[in-house]
């Protein structure tokens, strides 16, 4: 019943003229969705949301388009768009992987850091990503690594972990 609600909850989704949504601003939703389900350390002094897209402009460009009407956590979002690696220096809340050489050094810069990182690459989680979406039956569907978010000092919400298609240990 959990996942009917959250599925619901999750396809509650900007719709355009056509009826249809393209998957780079769906992706885009699911990520201000998630952030709903997840708690960043209070001594992070957040005044504006910052989301790291690595790998693809077009996909960057979709978020950008999706966060002028939409905030995160009531705050402002900037998106920050590289082809290929992690920048330290923007000091992204989110990072986004979509090419698979880079989620391993991603995750090594990050780990134990509040940073949220998702990617949507094959077996994303087993590969170290918080979250991996993928597209399964024409749906949009999560998995959830259990280590990688014990490891962080990011508090998620038991209903994401339910919410999950599945949970990689």
Same mark, same amino acid.
């Given at each position: 019943?959990?996942?009917?609600?959250?599925?619901?909850?999750?396809?509650?989704?900007?719709?355009?003229?056509?009826?249809?949504?393209?998957?780079? +601003?769906? #992706?885009?939703?699911?990520? *201000?969705?998630?952030?709903?389900?997840?708690?960043? !350390?209070?001594?992070?002094?957040? /005044? @504006?949301?910052?989301?790291?897209?690595?790998?693809?402009?077009?996909?960057?460009?979709?978020?950008?388009?999706?966060?002028?009407?939409?905030?995160?956590?009531?705050?402002?979002?900037?998106?920050?768009?590289?082809?290929?690696?992690?920048?330290?220096?923007?000091?992204?809340?989110?990072?986004?992987? +979509?090419? #698979?050489?880079?989620?391993? *050094?991603?995750?090594?810069?990050?780990?134990?850091? !509040?940073?949220?990182?998702?990617? /949507? @690459?094959?077996?994303?989680?087993?590969?170290?990503?918080?979250?991996?979406?993928?597209?399964?039956?024409?749906?949009?569907?999560?998995?959830?690594?259990?280590?990688?978010?014990?490891?962080?000092?990011?508090?998620?919400?038991?209903?994401?972990?339910?919410?999950?298609?599945?949970?990689?240990?």
């Amino acid at each position: 019943m959990l996942k009917l609600i959250f599925s619901i909850f999750f396809s509650f989704l900007l719709v355009g003229p056509s009826g249809q949504v393209d998957v780079e +601003t769906l #992706k885009a939703i699911w990520v *201000e969705r998630f952030t709903r389900f997840v708690e960043w !350390p209070e001594s992070m002094d957040i /005044d @504006i949301f910052r989301i790291q897209v690595i790998g693809d402009k077009e996909l960057a460009q979709s978020f950008e388009n999706v966060f002028q009407s939409y905030n995160i956590k009531g705050k402002s979002v900037l998106v920050y768009s590289t082809s290929d690696s992690y920048n330290k220096n923007f000091n992204p809340h989110v990072v986004y992987v +979509t090419g #698979k050489n880079v989620l391993d *050094e991603v995750t090594k810069d990050v780990a134990d850091g !509040p940073v949220l990182v998702i990617t /949507d @690459i094959k077996d994303g989680a087993d590969k170290g990503a918080m979250i991996s979406i993928f597209v399964k039956d024409s749906k949009i569907k999560f998995e959830i690594n259990e280590r990688a978010m014990s490891g962080s000092p990011l508090y998620v919400n038991y209903r994401l972990k339910q919410a999950a298609s599945r949970i990689v240990n």
